[in-house]
């Protein structure tokens, strides 16, 4: 039974099951499950469908008195082929099931009875609708990232599920069942079919060995399983890279490499489901818009004019009123990537138009992902395209390297964003007074760059990142900025989180190292984005004015003043706001001075005023 269920025999074969049941007529059983969703642990559902007059089957009939039970392949229920066709409209999961039907016993006219109705029942506009949802439901629940420290690979973005909604789809609009029947549908090419193929061969043996490692269904690439499963597959740690590190970065790159599949072919059978004969609209010579996508007036375009990737991505910041870009260009992107050689990089105006990307007022962080997504940044950036998928085998970053990164990215574009303004306050009002804010993105974009080369990344970083500049004609000044903060970008964490920013010695030893307002405004910036790039649950109130505190005085000091007087200033303006929090809740005056007393200076460095009231008030009134 659970060869036939999961694909491993032909329907055509001579049925296991006949030669222990009982009389089978008037019923048919029929397995509900997708082909190769086989492991350890996989639920197999079958389901027993009746003919009106019948009371079904019941197993207890079988000559092996409980072979399903035993066998673990429950039966879903025993509905008529009506009570099937209604059940279906009303619910997509139960239509996707359904979808997967195949014979297993019984009588053969039911089943093909049941296979009529259910096409005839089916409706593909409505399934895509459903299923479209459903995917943007499941992303959102995984916080639409692929790059997460314990991704599940069945139902995160870039997981089986993605690749099964797109066959879903396509079978149930009648283009075929397998990648290479939907690549002679014409929604995909036939290196693609083969490429995808080995990575859900791939991500399906690791879900397979991840069962029996848990001796459980465990979907997710825990955190504590991944060094045995890297030692299974014949990963060895390096001088630079442990082995789990190794197995994570093969996964993220099969998951990279789905999720692209996913999204182009998806956006095929949505032109076909939903056919809306609207006219090009002329954006440039090479680029229309349809439908608010982006289109490339021909499928040779980057083949014939290679710079013209980086003009679409840049088109794509410059019109807001586009959505995305067609499945045609996102194609001719992924095939035409290769173009993206030594010479193309070169070249004066590729290098022109990729330091453009960066002085853009909306749509970086968009266009810097899709870029990644579609390999076209880790083609044009060497350097990164070694990190993409790369995890650190800590608890501390829970992404990716390359999806830091771009999340660093992220946080800058959303200090410079009204929008975000109440946020980060103080970061708003920063960035707005910085001219050329594409120093803090390209520092941003090359600050982790070096991580897995070993020895000191931010050095190595930081030397990547001025060759860069020599070799894109930025100007001295930025491009000393954008060294040195790739160069220090964790030393005011570094110094906030160790070492006693009250002592005036520290804080001026810093100030030393930072030289100018300007350059401690710029690595403020990056050192909160960093934080916050970091893992979500990372950044706390407690950093945040640990960092503003040195901010603060550091600054003091730049201008002449005397550091000690600064922090001084802060805490006791932290402490007038908890008292006046206290007189509000009828705390009586000095009434905190007893507890005051006994605490240091960190204590008040590390909370807010409303924090300290809350202490001083709930300890006054036990």
């Not at 060759?467 to 900025?481: L, Q, S, T, Y």
């Not at 960092?547 to 006791?572: C, I, K, Q, Y």
Request: with cysteine; glycine share 6%; aromatic share 8%.
């Amino acid at each position: 039974i659970h060869q036939l269920c999961t694909g491993g025999m032909w329907q055509d074969d001579p049925c296991p099951i006949d030669a222990f049941c009982g009389d089978m007529s008037g019923t048919c059983l029929a397995c509900v499950c997708m082909p190769g969703e086989h492991g350890a642990c996989v639920d197999i559902d079958n389901i027993e469908i009746c003919r009106d007059d019948c009371t079904g089957f019941d197993p207890a009939d079988c000559g092996d008195a409980a072979c399903v039970d035993d066998l673990c392949v429950p039966l879903v229920c025993e509905p008529n082929v009506a009570e099937c066709v209604t059940e279906m409209a009303a619910d997509a999961t139960i239509r996707t099931s359904l979808l997967e039907h195949r014979w297993l016993a019984g009588d053969r006219g039911l089943h093909r009875e049941f296979g009529r109705a259910f096409a005839d029942a089916m409706d593909p506009c409505a399934f895509y609708e459903a299923k479209a949802l459903e995917q943007q439901q499941r992303h959102l629940k995984h916080h639409d990232a692929a790059y997460n420290l314990e991704p599940n690979v069945k139902e995160s973005p870039g997981g089986l599920r993605d690749l099964q909604t797109v066959v879903w789809i396509a079978r149930a609009a009648g283009h075929g069942r397998t990648w290479p029947e939907l690549a002679r549908a014409g929604l995909m090419t036939m290196t693609e079919a083969r490429a995808v193929s080995r990575q859900e061969r791939m991500i399906g043996a690791l879900r397979v060995r991840l069962h029996y490692l848990a001796g459980r269904r465990e979907d997710r690439l825990v955190f504590d399983q991944q060094s045995a499963l890297a030692r299974q597959l014949g990963y060895e740690d390096t001088p630079t890279r442990r082995a789990s590190e190794q197995l994570m970065q093969r996964y993220y790159r099969a998951a990279k490499l789905v999720r692209q599949v996913n999204v182009i072919v998806l956006q095929h059978l949505h032109a076909r489901l939903f056919p809306i004969p609207r006219d090009p609209v002329p954006i440039t010579a090479d680029f229309c818009a349809i439908d608010e996508l982006l289109h490339v007036a021909s499928e040779d375009l980057f083949d014939r004019k290679p710079q013209a990737m980086l003009d679409a991505f840049l088109l794509m910041e410059r019109h807001p009123e586009l959505k995305g870009m067609s499945a045609r260009t996102l194609r001719a992107l992924w095939r035409g990537r290769h173009r993206i050689d030594a010479t193309f990089r070169r070249d004066p105006g590729n290098r022109a138009r990729f330091l453009a990307l960066f002085r853009e007022p909306r749509g970086i962080t968009h266009e810097l992902r899709r870029m990644n997504l579609y390999g076209i940044l880790g083609a044009y950036l060497p350097s990164f395209g070694r990190i993409v998928g790369q995890m650190q085998h800590d608890l501390f970053h829970v992404y990716t390297v390359d999806e830091h990164i771009l999340m660093v990215i992220r946080n800058l574009r959303r200090f410079a964003e009204a929008q975000h303004a109440h946020e980060y306050p103080l970061c708003s009002r920063l960035i707005a007074d910085i001219p050329n804010k594409e120093v803090l993105y390209l520092a941003g974009l090359f600050h982790d760059i070096a991580k897995g080369r070993g020895g000191d990344h931010s050095a190595l970083g930081s030397r990547d990142a001025r060759r860069f500049c020599r070799e894109h004609g930025v100007p001295a000044n930025d491009a000393d900025d954008i060294g040195w903060l790739v160069e220090h970008h964790l030393t005011m964490s570094s110094t906030a989180q160790k070492q006693d920013i009250s002592d005036p010695d520290v804080v001026a030893a810093f100030a030393a190292k930072v030289r100018t307002d300007e350059r401690l405004v710029l690595l403020y910036l990056l050192t909160v984005a960093d934080i916050r790039g970091t893992s979500p649950k990372v950044w706390n109130a407690w950093k945040a004015q640990l960092l503003e505190d040195l901010f603060n005085a550091t600054r003091r000091v730049l201008s002449g003043g005397d550091a000690r007087s600064t922090l001084g200033d802060s805490l006791h303006a932290r402490q007038a706001e908890a008292r006046r929090l206290l007189r509000l809740y009828a705390v009586p005056d000095d009434a905190e001075q007893k507890l005051w007393r006994h605490l240091d200076t960190p204590y008040f460095q590390r909370h807010t005023a409303d924090e300290i009231a809350w202490h001083a008030r709930n300890l006054y009134w036990r």
